[in-house]
Nanobody, 121 residues
Framework: QVQLAESGGGLVQAGGSLRLSCVAS????????MGWHRQAPGKQRELVAA???????NYADSVKGRFTISRDNAKNTVSLQMNSLKPEDTAVYYC???????????????WGQGTQITVSS
């Protein structure tokens, strides 16, 4: 079994900062891409940021210059530093990763349960 667990959500005023962290645990053989998605009420889930095992990153246009994704391959963690937060960043944020377990030859998408970020104006 592989699990992803997020932490760091909460309430913040516009212009403030938050840092999200996610740790993968279980019988992990290898982790490929990791990332963060978000889903606001009434909207579809969207990619916020992604990072490859080698450290290449990709960001949604709406967060470029404000959010920074990073990972620690040794600790199976991915983080999202969010600065200059806006009310439109309010959403449930989900950690995701492509994980190959010790008992499989394939990578499967794993998701965390999500953490709420609320940005007040």
């Amino acid at each position: 079994q592989v699990q992803l667990a997020e932490s760091g959500g909460g309430l913040v005023q516009a212009g403030g900062s938050l840092r999200l962290s996610c740790v993968a645990s279980g019988s992990i053989f290898s982790i490929n891409n990791m990332g963060w998605h978000r889903q606001a009420p009434g909207k579809q889930r969207e990619l916020v940021a992604a990072i490859t095992r080698g450290g290449s990153t990709n960001y949604a246009d709406s967060v470029k210059g404000r959010f920074t994704i990073s990972r620690d391959n040794a600790k199976n963690t991915v983080s999202l530093q969010m600065n200059s937060l806006k009310p439109e960043d309010t959403a449930v944020y989900y950690c995701n990763a492509a994980i190959r377990s010790s008992s499989s030859n394939y990578y499967f998408a794993s998701w965390g349960q999500g953490t709420q970020i609320t940005v007040s104006s």
